[in-house]
């Protein structure tokens, strides 16, 4: 999921007009804009389902997920990491 431009913030590409001059759009700092805005501007949700629960079933497609997300640099984060 992301903003429509990957990891970039959409915000750094959007110029804004002041009071002062309403004929001249500018970019301003980010920091300007609002303090609501996130530090990251994409996220992945990756969810893997298996058959079997037991720990035969699952270790396979464990260590799958793990070389895969290894690969990637990814860290775990949320409940079911």
Not at 10 to 26: C, E, G, L, M, Q
Request: aromatic fraction near 10%; charge should be negative.
């Amino acid at each position: 999921m992301n903003y429509g431009m990957g990891i970039e913030n959409p915000i750094d590409h959007v110029r804004f007009y002041s009071k002062r001059d309403h004929n001249t759009a500018s970019m301003i700092p980010q920091d300007q804009v609002s303090t609501l805005i996130p530090e990251h501007f994409q996220e992945w949700l990756i969810q893997v389902y298996c058959k079997g629960n037991d720990e035969e079933s699952l270790k396979t497609p464990r260590k799958r997920f793990e070389k895969w997300r290894s690969e990637l640099r990814c860290e775990p984060s949320g409940a079911g990491s």
